[in-house]
């Protein structure tokens, strides 16, 4: 499948199979993210693999959709507000990197933005100045939604001089 068709089909799952995803696979994909663009190299995603204790305190209204897989994406800390802003950046994009190639082979994925509460936060014993970018859910969707419309592009660009 082609990248740009891999980006227009990718959706959130809202519920998924019992399936167990193999942890080659994901590793995998993992890896594969790691490739994402980060300023200077600086790599400050770190990933927290959420076990059934921790993901009953978070208290998630659907459970993350009884995916088999659930973890957290965290940027770590930097030195100014510029640096913790590139940090996010490059952790987005390797978030991105990780949908994508797990779409590619039928896993499906919901972000949840939930780990960046204080309550969830300290469930997670997320350390000062880290950011959470997101809680995922994984695997093999019980159904794949359609997608939604979306605004023209031609809407969204500006021209300067």
Known sequence: MKITELIKTRR???QFKQTPIR???LHSWLE?????PNHRMT???ELLFIGPNTRAKLKHKTD???APVVFAVLSRPAATAFE????VMAAACFVQ?????AHEAGVGTYWASLGALPHNREILSVQENYDVIGIFGMGYPEEVPNAKPRTP??????YLS
């Open 153 to 158: 592009i031609s809407s969204k660009i500006t």
């Open 23 to 25: 942890e080659e696979e």
């Open 64 to 66: 993350f959709g009884n």
């Open 84 to 87: 913790r802003d590139e940090n």
């Open 43 to 45: 790599e400050p995603w």
């Open 97 to 101: 990197n990780f949908l994508l190639a």
């Open 12 to 14: 959130s799952t809202k």
């Open 32 to 36: 594969a993210a790691s490739y994402a």
